[in-house]
């Protein structure tokens, strides 16, 4: 199943944690919660957790990257426009008064692969975690599945590819156009490289699926369908958002 790893410093702006907005409550539980097949007993979670609430206040003093090169800010201010009527509801709204919706889109409306959604339903760990330690003991946190996905702040866009929860897409601009996302691709071995006009990763089409470092949207969890919106987007719209998240 296809998972890519969140911007951090989207934490200070979130209710929830994970894709789906499963883990509520105390987040220096839910951070360290992946850490419990070290963790002994009771005991050493409490001292793993008292330290987690350093860690969890440095994840949100963290700042989104600035975009290091020129925008065109009169075509940014244009998408800036779109994005206001076409995005904002979900993603948010940015500037001197920001706001964030934490809003949990459902899988049949959003349309991205729902196996992980499906799986943040349907485990048995929601059950364990709810009747363990993590959920019984202050400060509580506990499991709260919703068949869908969050819909993520936009800080610092740019520098945050793959695109989609599992990594399916390699750009921005192929999130705001389906047509052009490759069904099977390849990064370009050299991690420096980046697409500075796409937004995203430089990367090499593929006629096919099989080896290591191919991404293969065929397969189950790592599907790159869904969020459909930027479809409905002329193409002079669609640069101009572009450049609009640029400086997000």
């Known amino acids: 199943m296809g998972s890519d790893i969140p911007a951090l410093w989207h934490l200070q702006k979130k209710n929830a944690l994970y894709y789906t907005a499963v883990g509520r409550g105390d987040f220096t539980k839910l951070l360290f919660q992946a850490s419990v097949l070290g963790i002994e007993d009771s005991t050493a979670a409490r001292l793993a957790q008292e330290k987690f609430v350093h860690i969890t206040a440095w ?135 980046f697409n500075w006009k796409e937004i995203g990763w430089l990367y090499e089409a593929k006629s096919s699926g099989g080896g290591r470092l191919t991404y293969d949207t065929t397969l189950p969890g790592y599907a790159n369908t869904g969020h459909y919106y930027g479809d409905k987007l002329t193409e002079d719209e669609r640069w101009a958002v572009l450049e609009y998240l640029k400086g997000l």
Do not use: M
Request: aromatic fraction near 16%.
């Open 59 to 193: 994840i949100r003093s963290l700042e989104p990257p600035v975009y290091p090169k020129a925008i065109d800010q009169e075509l940014a201010s244009q998408g800036e426009a779109v994005f206001t009527e076409h995005c904002s509801s979900c993603h948010g709204t940015y500037g001197e008064e920001e706001t964030y919706p934490n809003k949990v889109v459902a899988v049949y409306v959003i349309g991205t692969d729902p196996l992980y959604a499906d799986y943040a339903v349907d485990s048995k760990i929601v059950d364990w975690y709810n009747k363990s330690w993590f959920a019984t003991s202050a400060p509580q946190s506990w499991f709260e599945p919703e068949h869908g996905y969050i819909a993520p702040p936009l800080d610092g866009i740019w520098a945050t590819a793959p695109y989609f929860h599992n990594g399916a897409v390699p750009d921005l601009y192929s999130v705001l156009f389906s047509a052009a996302r490759p069904a099977y691709w390849e990064r370009s071995k050299d991690s420096k490289d």
